[in-house]
């Protein structure tokens, strides 16, 4: 199994207080219209979980990406 790894993703618009606690030990910018989420998962399972958080606090992926040097991935919202 591979180590931790640092991750970005990327959502829309900003996050309350509330929905930046259901991530201990992420990072958190606020870009023009996005915030990103950045911090160590230890596998793809953590992407996954990751991903997964995001979707049930209604928040909408815009991109997200391995931060050592990788391209953003887009995310094909499901909203639209």
Avoid: C, H, K
């Avoid at 509330?18 to 793809?44: L, Y």
């Amino acid at each position: 199994m591979a180590g931790r790894r640092r991750y970005e993703f990327r959502v829309a618009g900003r996050m309350s207080d509330r929905a930046r606690s259901a991530f201990p030990g992420m990072d958190f910018t606020e870009v023009p219209a996005e915030t990103v989420i950045a911090g160590e998962v230890s596998d793809d399972g953590g992407v996954q979980e990751i991903l997964t958080l995001i979707q049930s606090l209604g928040l909408n992926v815009v991109s997200m990406r391995q931060a050592s040097g990788a391209g953003a991935v887009p995310i094909r919202s499901e909203r639209g």
